[in-house]
């Protein structure tokens, strides 16, 4: 749903983009019942179905409702990214190092100091307040961490400039293949997480401890990068890639 509003963006002048950003952003961050961070009923059986006919039966009552309203809280991050896009401030963060100093140290302190309220109340370290308190205490949890996605991504194309005169050239062109098929990437990284982590395949959620986790996180991150590479080296984009390409540009 967002690449196809997304199609249409790409054509919005600056302003317009920057504008409806900050209109999202704000709208987000209105204090609410949706945060995750304040919640306390369990998973929804649709995302834990115990079985194929539940996730069919269960999903089909909650995708349409995700499809519509669940990229809306995207918005923002997806907008800027189209503006920063246009002036490939990633793709060229040597041009850009001022701008992804400040992007960096203000978006990743403001997700900081927006997160401690909730990371001192789920502590034990403060007493739960009053349910509508707790409610704007998650909304701001969530709207800095908007921003602290943004700030990391500035982060990591800082030390990208630092790492590329440094990193072997064969490293490099890995990584950046695996960068330039995102979304191929991150669509193969979501059908092991698929197998692994739903109860009626291998269910290993409850069998696998932080430090497995972790490991097989970054196994499967190292095989979508050489398998990224290998596309590169036989001159192929990401399936994903073309497919969205020809929605947006024709």
Not at 16 to 23: H, N, S
Not at 164 to 178: C, E, F, N
């Amino acid at each position: 749903m967002l690449l196809l509003a997304g199609a249409w963006a790409v054509r919005w002048r600056d302003r317009w983009l920057l504008a409806v950003a900050l209109l999202f952003f704000v709208l987000t961050a209105l204090p609410g019942g949706t945060s995750s961070t304040v919640g306390t009923d369990p998973p929804d059986v649709a995302m834990l179905p115990p079985d194929v006919l539940t996730m069919i039966v269960a999903r089909a009552q909650t995708s349409l409702y995700v499809a519509l309203l669940g990229p809306l809280g995207f918005v923002c991050p997806f907008l800027v990214g189209v503006w920063a896009g246009r002036r490939r401030v990633l793709e060229r963060p040597e041009l850009h190092l001022t701008a992804l100093r400040v992007a960096a140290s203000a978006g990743i302190g403001a997700a900081v100091l927006g997160a401690q309220p909730i990371a001192l109340v789920l502590s034990g370290v403060l007493a739960s307040p009053a349910r509508p308190l707790l409610e704007s205490l998650g909304s701001l949890h969530d709207a800095t961490g908007t921003l602290g996605g943004l700030g990391y991504a500035a982060a990591l194309a800082l030390v990208a400039v630092r790492l590329r005169a440094r990193v072997p050239g064969p490293v490099l062109l890995a990584i950046t293949a695996a960068g330039q098929r995102s979304m191929t990437c991150y669509l193969a990284q979501s059908i092991v997480w698929a197998l692994v982590f739903t109860p009626f395949l291998l269910d290993l959620s409850g069998t696998l401890t932080v430090a497995a986790t972790a490991l097989l996180a970054a196994t499967t991150w190292l095989i979508t990068v050489v398998l990224a590479d290998r596309m590169r080296r036989a001159g192929h984009l990401g399936p994903f890639e073309v497919l969205v390409r020809r929605v947006t540009y024709r």
